[in-house]
């Protein structure tokens, strides 16, 4: 971003935070209940636009995520990291990145990555790789890559379901 750099980012279950500098200079510390490096991303552009041109910035703090993009609910005592709508390699990795960052159990249920037709193969495997580095547990919904993605994980359980309902069950 320019002369703009993040420094000292922290990615949790509860949020982000980082430093932001303008040339080596210490700006501001912001935090936001937005989770995932992604959010840190996306927020600093909305920032800087606000510092150089005067405008209030308000409180960063309160702004609500979008629905199903990693955000964070509760349920009978559980975290849930809900990233429904994520279908990329990197997006997998902010929200193991987040998921990591929790201390206790970790379990992902996770059909794979369903639309990469030409390099779903090489992307699955990797995304396994990074559930066996996380997660405690997979919950794998059955399609066409579940068998591979198993065979990949080497380290945490594996349940293969037919559905998003069986595996919250």
Do not use: W
Not at 32 to 53: A, D, F, H, K, T
């Amino acid at each position: 971003y320019g002369d703009f750099l993040a420094k000292n980012v922290k990615i949790s279950l509860e949020g982000s935070e980082f430093d932001l500098y303008h040339r080596e200079n210490f700006v501001r510390h912001f935090s936001s209940n937005l989770i995932g490096r992604q959010s840190v991303l996306n927020l600093i552009p909305s920032i800087i636009i606000s510092l150089v041109y005067g405008i209030e910035l308000g409180n960063i703090e309160n702004i609500e995520g979008v629905k199903n993009r990693l955000t964070r609910r509760e349920n009978d005592g559980y975290i849930i990291l809900d990233d429904v709508y994520n279908s990329n390699i990197l997006g997998v990795e902010y929200a193991l990145e987040v998921l990591a960052s929790h201390i206790g159990q970790k379990v992902i249920i996770t059909p794979g990555l369903v639309e990469l037709e030409k390099v779903k193969e090489i992307m699955c495997y990797k995304y396994a790789k990074l559930i066996d580095e996380v997660c405690d547990a997979c919950i794998l919904v059955s399609n066409g890559f579940t068998k591979q993605m198993s065979q990949d994980i080497k380290r945490c359980r594996v349940y293969i379901v037919k559905s998003f309902v069986e595996g919250f069950e």
